[in-house]
């Protein structure tokens, strides 16, 4: 999704913004014979403040 996507979402915006969570990334991996999934969250505070670290040059 690009930005102006996210900014529009009700997914985005109204559920994890109201949680706290500003970005999120998961990797899904097997473990035997059960899924599992890491997700690492940023706060909203962070998200906005770390976002130019995370567009490439």
Same mark, same amino acid.
């Given at each position: 999704m690009d930005r102006?996507?996210?900014a529009?979402?009700?997914f985005y915006q109204d559920f994890l913004a $109201?949680? $706290?969570i500003? /970005?999120?990334a998961g990797v899904g991996f097997r473990a035997g014979g059960d899924?599992?999934?890491l997700s690492v969250s940023a706060g909203c505070a962070t998200a906005r403040s %770390?976002? /130019? %670290?995370w567009t490439r040059s």
């Amino acid at each position: 999704m690009d930005r102006d996507e996210i900014a529009s979402s009700q997914f985005y915006q109204d559920f994890l913004a $109201g949680h $706290g969570i500003g /970005a999120f990334a998961g990797v899904g991996f097997r473990a035997g014979g059960d899924l599992w999934c890491l997700s690492v969250s940023a706060g909203c505070a962070t998200a906005r403040s %770390s976002r /130019a %670290s995370w567009t490439r040059s």
